[in-house]
Every structure is written in C-alpha cells, then in structure tokens.
C-alpha cells in the first residue's frame, strides 16, 4: 500500500484511539480531508521544483509504533547539548519519555501537547492558538491530522526562562522503518524570553520519516531564539514545519544547522504581526555523499518599521544538493522595511549542486530590502596562502570554511551550543581546529 | 642552502622560467632584479611549491634535498618563506588566529607539542612591537581591508614569528611609503643572522638601499642573464633594464 493511503486509512483508527470527542476533532477531520485531496507535494508543484521526495517515501513506514523501547541516558548524553541545566521533552519512537525528560509547571508550562490537547486547563490556549499559525498546504495539513504529542511550550508575561529547553526526538529501529509527526505549540507571552534547542536523531539504520511541525506564538516585546540541530545518520529525513507569528517589537530567531540526514527540507516562515518587529533567519548547512537540504523560508512583512535579516550558508561535498528559496513578502502597508537576505554556498566536488532563488515580492515604495546570493569554489590563492605559512591544505581548506560559516555562529547566544556546532563541523571537515571562531 | 639547477618552469604550457642557476648561502642576502614579466614572481612562487607552476626541467635543492615533491606547507616546515606580492583577504580568521594555526600545525609537523598559550602572546607582543603593529590590528581578519603598508608589514610580521631559514620578499617595497618602507626593512635586518638567508625580489633599487644585497641578480625573459655586487643595482637604476636588454643583443 502507498504511504498515502495508508495513512488516510490509519486515520480513523487514529482519532478512535487518541479522543473522537477532542475539541481539535475538527481540526483534524479537515486537515485529512486536505492531504486526501492534495497527497504528498511532487516536483511539478514550484516550491517543491528541487525536492523530490520519491525516494523517503517508497518505504513500508510504521505509522504507530507498536513498541516501546527504553533507553539509558548516558547512551544518548552527546545528543544533549549536556553542559548546562536545561528543561528536556524527549521522545522515544514518538512517545514521550519521562526517564530523559525534565519538564515542568512552575509558573511556565513545559510540557507534552498529549496533556495540552486532552485537559480542560490548557484548552482556552489551545483554542487560541493551535493550528492558527500552521498554513493549510498538503504537509503540514498531513501533521496537522495526526497531531496529537509534542512539546507544549506556555510562557506567561514577565518570564526570563533562563534554563533552555531542548526538544528531542529519538528514533530506536524498534520498527523497521517509522514515520514520526511530532506536533509543537510554543506561547511566549509579553516580555519573556526562552531559549529553544530541538534535535531529531535516529539510533538506527533503519528508515526514518519525521513530518514535524512547530508553531511559534512571540507575543508584545516576547524574545525567541530557536536552534535546530540537523545532524542526523543517513537513513534518517526530515520534513520541518515552522511558523512563528510574532507581534510588536517582538524578537525571533531561528538557526539551523544542517549536517545531516538523507534529505532535509526547512519551511520556516515568518509573520511579521505588528510593528518594530524583528526576525532572524540563519543557517549553515555542510553535507557530502547524496544528502540533500532544501531550505524553504517565508518573511511575510505585514506591519511598518519592520526588519527581518535572512544569512544562509552553504557547503557542499560529493554528491550533496542544497536548495536555498527565500520568499520575502512586504505588504503595502509595511513601509520602512528593512528586510536583508544572503545566501553563499561553496561547491567543493564537481557533482555536488545548489539551487538557490531569492524570491522578493514588495508592494510597499518605501523599504530597503537587499539580497545576494553567491555560488562559489574554495579560492585557491587563499589555499597557497596559508600553506605556504606551513597550514596543511586540508586544515586550510577546514579554516576556510570555518570562517565561511563563521558570521553564523556569532549570533548563537548560547556558548555551549557555538561549540558544539564548531565541534561537529571540525568533524565533519576532518580536522582539529585549535580555536573557537 | 638553496641550489637552484637549470630550472625550467611553466605555467598552463607557457614556459615562464627558462633555465636558472642560482645559489643561495647562510648569512646572504641576494636581490632579484628585471623587468616586468621577467619571471621574478613565478621563480619565488616555484620555490614556495604553488602547484599551478609546473617544474618541467631542473632541480630545486634546499639544505640539499630535492623538495620539487613537496606540498607548499612541508616546504613551510622546512623553513621557506614567502612573503606575497599580494596578499590574501581571509574574512573571518584574525591574524592572531592564523598564526597561531601557522605556529602550531609547523611545530606538528616537527613532531613538537603545541606552542603553551602564554609564550605564544609573549611572541606575538615581542614580534609586533618589532614590526610597531597595533595591538587591535591583530584581532583583525586577516588582510582584509587592511591598507597596502599594512598588508606588507603584516607579512614581515608572520616572517618573524615563523623564524624561517629562506625568506623570500616579492615586491615587499611595492605599495609602501618611505615610512613604511624603513619600518618593513628594519624588520627584515633585525631578523637577519649568519643561519638565514634572504632573497629580495623588486623592480627598484630603493629597497636595496635599507636591505642591503650581497649579490644582485638581473632576471630578463626566464633567465639571469647578469650577476654582480650591489653596485650593479645602481647601474641598474641609473641606465634602466634597456641596457641590459641591449647588452644582449
């Protein structure tokens, strides 16, 4: 059977055995109704030209894992960003784990969306904020019907939340191959601030499909930063929702850093709510052999004296392809924009390639919205440079590219996380750098 | 300490250098004169190993071993210095950075442990205030945006951190004021011994009156076609290269 059908007959079966009687029972029902209709997107559709998802979705995924499988936590440490105290949601095979997790409910709520959606105390949020940021495209409609665990993120007003939360998802290889929806709702409300790390990573060669879908609430002077730590084995693919509406003078940032996977595709999208917003789009990306990262993002400027920065970085080995679409939209209304977007990638081998297509549509006469994008080799002349100062040219090359992705990094706030992200990428080069960018 | 035997390079099939003999001693300091498109620039990259330059005849000898196999970086660790024309931008490493990692992977190569963190910024206070470089101009990225003395003196600056055996100048006089010029060439004599060796290679003989030659070589078409003591510099500078161009026919 199609992984297409079988989902939409799983899914009956589904919402008889989570709640026939939840509030999002509706939600639900159109949502199936949508992806019934539209089926998994294809080539043929624009913003999926370079992304064929063909390949992830030939296999015979287990829809619910039928298992469950404990593991010990010093197994999985070094996929926590383990040196500082931090909240944890963490599943195994979808279900939460209450063994790795640290959650809490003192004065904020850092919990699972299976407790938000079923109890009568979480409903007036849900009501007004599920499924009211997440767009009704085919994908995101497919999660959006099965939604139901997660992380529930509720900050009130007022709150530093100043241990970050990490978000993770492990796959064991219980099942031969599994497919994952993970839903989450994150409310950050008038002036408080969090910090959010989330991390898919597969414990098996056997095939992983995570459909996942997050939305982001940043209300009044709310500050966000969200890491996505995309660094998982090579069996293991990862369709990422996002969508974060924010409101005035709100900040937001989100980077991702893609390392890993056998094909990764962000849609990350912005909605610019009120005035004085600003909202921060970064990624570095470094793949080889057949991987794919597919970098899809929406700045939908809406309100005046707004600014949005977009930096992505690329480097591509082997035979790696990366797509980078960045959408800018500013409304008539948003006058004094200042939107700013930049993608560079560097092709190391011949076979590797990039699509990249800088999208504006601005109907407003009164902004500054700039982007470049720049496709490029290691500059050669630069190389005979730092070899000839004794640098091995393997190393040149690694500092080369440490420095290419370096401006990324320097946003990160979270120290620990800036050298993790240096450590996987010294890995991933080959090299043992002897200091941090 | 450098043999240079009938060397023959070329560049894309092109032949640039046509036959050079040169010999280079301890304690010596040689300057390579000539025209425009003479060679002088490929002759210091072919010994610095730039790999676009292919050796199609002859030998380079250094301390008398054959290094033409030699990557760039293991001619580094055996002390062969270049000091560029033109040097590099590299956005985002500072010069400390970069000097570091030059420091430490040459003492790798020499089987040596890293350099400890405290005598590496008492070497680099020591070689800055030699060169009277700012101490904010070292957490800079490397090159970039920096003036054309500052590039220069930027390079003498890594010349006497790594302490190399055969320091090769190309151009270094080119783009600096006669200020800048004085402080590049103090540079360059402080770190002058009897172990070392220095190949000047310039257009003019200005630079020469600071670092002051021991032989001087003219390079015309691929090829020194005279050699002689410092005066020939002069006469150099007084009669132009169409003299010897004239000479040779």
Request: aromatic share 8%; with cysteine; hydrophobic share 35%.
């Amino acid at each position: 059977m199609e992984l297409k059908d079988k989902l939409i007959s799983s899914f009956l079966a589904f919402e008889n055995r989570v709640d026939i009687d939840s509030p999002v029972h509706d939600v639900r029902s159109e949502a199936i109704k949508i992806f019934e209709s539209q089926g998994f997107p294809s080539k043929k559709e624009e913003a999926w030209k370079y992304t064929s998802l063909k390949s992830i979705l030939k296999h015979d995924y287990s829809v619910f894992p039928k298992h469950e499988k404990n593991i010990e936590y010093n197994d999985v440490k070094k996929y926590f960003i383990h040196e500082i105290d931090s909240y944890k949601i963490v599943f195994i095979d979808g279900k939460y784990s209450s063994h790795l997790s640290q959650t809490t409910h003192d004065g904020i709520d850092v919990c699972l969306m299976s407790a938000a959606l079923n109890k009568p105390k979480y409903q007036l949020v849900i009501d007004n904020y599920f499924n009211k940021a997440a767009t009704k495209d085919s994908i995101t409609s497919l999660n959006t019907a099965f939604s139901q665990e997660g992380a529930y993120i509720h900050i009130p007003k007022n709150k530093l939340v100043e241990k970050p939360i990490q978000i993770i998802h492990f796959s064991t290889g219980n099942e031969t191959a599994i497919m994952h929806q993970p839903r989450n709702l994150i409310v950050v409300n008038e002036n408080s601030h969090v910090q959010i790390i989330e991390r898919h990573q597969s414990l098996t060669n056997n095939p992983v499909l995570t459909n996942s879908v997050t939305e982001i609430f940043a209300n009044k002077r709310a500050i966000v930063d969200y890491y996505k730590i995309q660094n998982d084995n090579e069996n293991a693919s990862l369709i990422d929702n996002t969508f974060i509406n924010q409101k005035q003078e709100s900040h937001c940032s989100v980077h991702t850093f893609s390392f890993g996977g056998k094909l990764t595709r962000n849609n990350l999208n912005f909605y610019q709510n009120g005035e004085r917003i600003d909202s921060t789009l970064k990624g570095v990306t470094i793949i080889g052999n057949k991987q794919h990262v597919d970098h899809n993002t929406l700045v939908h400027h809406i309100e005046p004296n707004c600014e949005s920065h977009q930096d992505y970085k690329g480097i591509f080995n082997d035979n790696a392809t990366g797509v980078f679409n960045g959408k800018v939209l500013v409304n008539k209304e948003a006058q004094k924009t200042n939107a700013f977007q930049a993608n560079n990638n560097i092709l190391v081998s011949d076979k590797a390639s990039i699509n990249t297509k800088p999208q504006l549509e601005i109907f407003a006469d009164d902004v500054k919205c700039s982007h470049g994008c720049t496709i490029g080799q290691l500059d050669e002349s630069a190389l005979f440079y730092m070899q000839s100062r004794g640098i091995p040219k393997k190393e040149a090359k690694a500092l080369l590219m440490y420095a290419f992705s370096n401006n990324v990094l320097s946003s990160v706030k979270i120290p620990e996380i800036k050298q993790r992200i240096n450590k996987i990428i010294a890995t991933k080069l080959g090299v043992n750098i002897g200091f941090d960018l | 300490m450098l043999k240079i035997k009938n060397l023959h390079a070329s560049v894309e099939d092109k032949a640039i250098l046509k036959g050079i003999n040169l010999e280079v001693n301890p304690g010596e300091v040689h300057a390579i004169m000539g025209p425009n498109g003479s060679g002088k620039s490929t002759l210091a990259s072919v010994i610095a190993g730039k790999e676009e330059y292919e050796v199609t005849n002859g030998d380079i000898l250094f301390e008398d071993k054959n290094i033409e196999e030699l990557a760039a970086e293991e001619r580094a660790h055996k002390g062969i210095f270049l000091s560029f024309q033109y040097p590099v931008e590299i956005p985002g490493v500072s010069v400390t950075n970069f000097m570091k990692t030059a420091i430490n992977e040459t003492r790798k190569a020499k089987g040596l442990e890293e350099m400890p963190a405290n005598e590496m910024l008492k070497l680099i206070r020591e070689k800055s205030e030699l060169l009277e470089i700012d101490r904010k101009f070292l957490s800079r990225s490397l090159n970039e945006g920096f003036s054309g003395g500052e590039k220069k003196r930027n390079e003498i600056f890594q010349m006497a951190m790594l302490e190399p055996k055969l320091a090769i100048l190309d151009e270094t006089d080119s783009g600096l004021d006669i200020d800048a010029l004085r402080i590049v060439a103090n540079g360059v004599n402080k770190l002058k011994s009897k172990d070392n060796a220095v190949i000047v290679i310039t257009h003019y003989q200005r630079l020469l009156d600071y670092i002051v030659p021991d032989f001087v070589h003219v390079l015309h078409n691929g090829r020194i076609v005279k050699s002689g003591t410092k005066e020939l510099a002069h006469e150099l500078e007084e009669k132009g290269y169409d003299w010897i161009k004239q000479e040779l026919v």
